[in-house]
């Protein structure tokens, strides 16, 4: 399995002002994945009910592997950069 980003950085240029941000997402990240944790722990029964209910519609599964779905796509994101030029505005986002 990927490993998630452990840091981003933000550069925005306009009209002379730079502000340039880094923020180390490998101590933001185990606070942000306790919370989630805690979420679908309470969740949980909800979900299980819900899927057992659409399984006969086939919205069972897809419903079941949503969380492991969205945990690949934030995995995903080590090496986006994003870059934006606008004539005097410009946004530079990378995560590694």
Not at 19 to 40: E, K, T
Not at 57 to 86: M, Q, S, T, Y
Request: aromatic share 8%; with cysteine; charged share 15%.
């Amino acid at each position: 399995m990927n490993r998630p980003p452990y840091l981003m950085r933000i550069r925005i240029d306009k009209e002379g002002r730079k502000l340039n941000i880094w923020l180390p997402l490998f101590l933001i990240l185990p606070v942000v994945a306790i919370i989630i944790a805690v979420i679908m722990l309470i969740l949980a029964p909800v979900v299980l009910l819900a899927a057992a209910v659409l399984w006969p519609f086939g919205w069972g599964k897809p419903l079941l592997i949503a969380a492991p779905a969205v945990l690949d796509c934030l995995c995903a994101l080590r090496g986006l950069e994003v870059d934006i030029n606008h004539s005097q505005e410009k946004v530079f986002i990378s995560i590694r």
